[in-house]
């Protein structure tokens, strides 16, 4: 465990995002069962600073994010919203620049794997956190939606950007426009997961992948999600020259140097994340 994230002990007040960290890997649940993960003021800060905290700690080396209860996320908590549409000093109308934008690059950009796990439905910004890491595994009883036409509001949390990279844009464009919750076997078929598992397997199936990718090269891990996000929206020349400079980093690393005296002493590697 790291030393600088206290597991949480079952009978302690977590607020509304239970951390863990273990054998390098952080576990952030989603903490609102109540209310099926849906986001108000105080899950979003607090899944901020969370996610913040992980990514800056070097002994993570793997994130998992998932939710309690029977829901991952289904976005936008509602009733918050309606409050706020009367309230003149509401925050709402900024929560996308202050929470959802912010939430989303960490997801997707911090120098360590990022894995969902799908318990639930995850819906509207919820769907969106989950389409920003490197993989999501499902129970086979969750579903997805898009949710955000179905209230008359455009697409937030970088949906726009995901989706038709994982489906393509007609596709994409399908399922923004007419919302549906699409069962994970379906989601598996489209793209959109890249694991259905029995719910019961969930935790175990998920926990073996990060322990996994915790013990992998971290640093490499990590260079080859900027790589793959910043080729997404450069010509070729660029994403090559990108690529050099990644290698370059990469190819002074002590993980490099184990990798490749293991490759000679034919041995498995022992990484460190450097």
Not at 65 to 70: F, K, V
Not at 118 to 142: E, I, P, Q
Not at 166 to 177: D, S, T, Y
Request: net charge negative; charged share 20%.
């Amino acid at each position: 465990m790291s030393d600088t994230q206290p597991q949480q002990g079952p009978g302690e007040d977590a607020g509304p995002v239970r951390l863990e960290v273990d054998a390098g890997v952080a576990w952030v649940r989603l903490h609102r069962p109540e209310a099926m993960n849906s986001l108000d003021l105080g899950l979003k800060q607090a899944l901020l600073a969370t996610l913040q905290r992980v990514a800056d700690d070097p002994g993570v080396r793997c994130v998992v994010l998932t939710g309690d209860g029977r829901a991952f996320c289904v976005g936008q908590d509602l009733k918050e919203h309606v409050r706020s549409l009367a309230d003149p000093d509401s925050r709402l109308s900024t929560t996308v620049t202050e929470h959802y934008n912010p939430i989303v690059l960490l997801l997707a950009t911090m120098a360590k794997p990022v894995v969902a796990a799908l318990n639930g439905v995850a819906a509207g910004a919820g769907l969106s956190f989950a389409l920003a890491c490197d993989v999501r595994v499902a129970a086979r009883s969750a579903g997805l939606n898009t949710a955000f036409a179905g209230i008359a509001l455009s697409c937030d949390s970088g949906a726009s950007w995901a989706l038709p990279r994982l489906v393509g844009p007609a596709r994409a464009k399908e399922l923004l426009l007419l919302p549906r919750t699409v069962p994970a076997e379906e989601a598996l078929a489209m793209g959109l997961v890249t694991q259905v598992v029995d719910d019961d397997a969930l935790e175990a199936t998920v926990r073996e992948l990060a322990t996994t990718l915790a013990a992998g090269p971290t640093l490499a891990y990590g260079s080859i999600r900027r790589a793959v996000a910043f080729s997404a929206g450069v010509g070729l020349a660029d994403a090559l020259d990108n690529e050099a400079q990644l290698m370059a980093l990469t190819g002074a690393s002590s993980d490099h140097r184990a990798a490749v005296d293991a490759f000679l002493a034919k041995r498995p590697p022992e990484y460190t994340g450097r």
